[in-house]
């Protein structure tokens, strides 16, 4: 799984669940075995997230903790993560977070510091879609700390924590400082060959070629995030990573194929969740905006808007004021214009976006 190779990952589990059947059959479990019986579900939750299946994800992770012992750090760790990861693609921010509080320092009490680490990612992430920047960075610093406390900072698990740290400092326009940590990051996720830290760290390598006016280098980010994924079926993955591409092409003039993808973005069955859901229909207002279909990017970023409220995702207002103000002053209506930018610069100025 760790690698990508989804498709590999089931028959073992099927083999797994099989010989345990037969065991409690014949009366003949070895006790240090029995509770291991939570690790089938538990990466169950992991291959039916990747797969966008959802609903079956949380109810895998439900059963990882219903089978895993109380004093059991490392198992229930499995099942509430598993909540937190999936909660955080339905968009249920509050959820989302109240697992990644009660995951992960099970994860690190059990010792599994690389899945305490990529849960404080995930929480970092979180934290910013509601819009504290700040506290995203405290819960960064202190995983890293704890990390390098622990003699593994030169390790591959601390590789998720660079990448986590590069992308709020982007987001203060800190580049040198997100560059030395994003290259970090991506050595030491190479190093690991984990395909998630691939892929996360392709996607704010990105952003930063994309600040830095290299959409080129952009483009090369995504498409080896795209690489280190091909092996698994993950569409929500792929839907992601499709509309940063999609925003690539924007800043490069291409619309030829930023119209491409709209229209496909469009069509993509399972595309109405949370986190990606958002990515998709941000960046198809953007597309909609340079095309000049004025009524439809404001429908959008109106849809937009309100699923952000919905969930808790205020870290979402900022650009969609900016892109609101650019349709109405495309549409000549100045005075809207200038009230949704009013708005973004008071969302924006406390937590310090840049």
Same mark, same amino acid.
């Given at each position: 799984?760790?690698?990508?190779?989804?498709?590999?990952?089931?028959?073992?589990?099927?083999?797994?669940?099989?010989?345990?059947?037969?065991? #409690?059959?014949?009366?003949?479990?070895?006790?240090?075995?029995?509770?291991?019986?939570?690790?089938?579900?538990?990466?169950?939750?992991?291959?039916?997230?990747?797969?966008?299946?959802?609903?079956? #994800?949380?109810?895998?992770?439900?059963?990882?903790?219903?089978?895993?012992?109380?004093?059991?750090?490392?198992l229930r760790s499995y099942g509430h993560l598993g909540l937190a990861h999936t909660y955080r693609e339905l968009g249920d921010y509050e959820q989302s977070l109240s697992a990644y509080?009660?995951?992960?320092?099970?994860?690190?009490?059990?010792?599994?510091?690389?899945?305490?680490?990529?849960?404080?990612?995930?929480?970092?992430?979180?934290?910013?879609?509601?819009?504290?920047?700040?506290?995203?960075?405290?819960?960064?610093?202190?995983?890293?700390?704890?990390?390098?406390?622990?003699?593994?900072?030169?390790?591959?698990?601390?590789?998720?924590?660079?990448?986590?740290?590069?992308?709020?400092?982007?987001?203060?326009?800190?580049?040198?400082?997100?560059?030395?940590?994003?290259?970090?990051?991506?050595?030491?996720?190479?190093?690991?060959?984990?395909?998630?830290?691939?892929?996360?760290?392709?996607?704010?390598?990105?952003?930063?070629?994309?600040?830095?006016?290299?959409?080129?280098?952009?483009?090369?980010?995504?498409?080896?995030?795209?690489?280190?994924?091909?092996?698994?079926?993950?569409?929500?993955?792929?839907?992601?990573?499709?509309?940063?591409?999609?925003?690539?092409?924007?800043?490069?003039?291409?619309?030829?194929?930023?119209?491409?993808?709209?229209?496909?973005?469009?069509?993509?069955?399972?595309?109405?969740?949370?986190?990606?859901?958002?990515?998709?229909?941000?960046?198809?207002?953007?597309?909609?905006?340079?095309?000049?279909?004025?009524?439809?990017?404001?429908?959008?970023?109106?849809?937009?808007?309100? #699923?952000?409220?919905?969930?808790?995702?205020?870290?979402?207002?900022?650009?969609?004021?900016?892109?609101?103000?650019?349709?109405?002053?495309?549409?000549?209506?100045?005075?809207?214009?200038?009230?949704?930018?009013?708005?973004?610069?008071?969302?924006?100025?406390?937590?310090?976006?840049?």
């Amino acid at each position: 799984w760790l690698t990508g190779r989804m498709d590999a990952v089931e028959p073992y589990l099927d083999a797994a669940s099989d010989a345990w059947e037969r065991q #409690a059959a014949a009366g003949t479990i070895d006790p240090d075995h029995a509770r291991w019986r939570a690790g089938g579900p538990a990466l169950r939750t992991n291959l039916a997230r990747h797969r966008g299946q959802l609903e079956e #994800a949380i109810e895998f992770a439900r059963q990882t903790l219903a089978l895993a012992a109380p004093d059991d750090a490392l198992l229930r760790s499995y099942g509430h993560l598993g909540l937190a990861h999936t909660y955080r693609e339905l968009g249920d921010y509050e959820q989302s977070l109240s697992a990644y509080v009660e995951g992960m320092p099970l994860a690190r009490a059990a010792g599994n510091i690389a899945a305490a680490n990529i849960a404080a990612f995930y929480l970092c992430r979180v934290l910013q879609l509601q819009g504290h920047l700040h506290q995203a960075a405290e819960v960064v610093r202190e995983a890293l700390r704890l990390t390098e406390s622990q003699g593994l900072g030169q390790s591959p698990a601390s590789a998720i924590l660079h990448i986590a740290l590069a992308n709020l400092l982007c987001e203060w326009n800190e580049l040198q400082q997100a560059q030395a940590h994003l290259l970090r990051g991506q050595e030491l996720s190479r190093l690991g060959g984990h395909h998630e830290l691939q892929r996360n760290c392709g996607i704010v390598l990105a952003r930063l070629r994309l600040v830095q006016s290299d959409p080129a280098g952009a483009l090369a980010a995504i498409s080896e995030a795209e690489q280190a994924t091909a092996k698994a079926e993950m569409p929500l993955t792929s839907a992601e990573l499709a509309a940063y591409k999609a925003r690539i092409w924007l800043a490069q003039g291409d619309m030829a194929a930023a119209a491409r993808w709209a229209e496909e973005a469009a069509h993509r069955p399972g595309q109405d969740h949370g986190y990606t859901r958002q990515i998709e229909t941000v960046t198809l207002a953007r597309v909609l905006l340079a095309q000049g279909k004025l009524d439809q990017a404001i429908s959008q970023l109106t849809a937009c808007q309100q #699923a952000a409220e919905e969930s808790g995702g205020l870290g979402w207002a900022v650009e969609i004021g900016i892109l609101s103000a650019l349709v109405h002053e495309a549409r000549g209506h100045r005075a809207e214009a200038l009230v949704d930018l009013e708005r973004a610069l008071a969302q924006a100025e406390p937590e310090g976006y840049v």
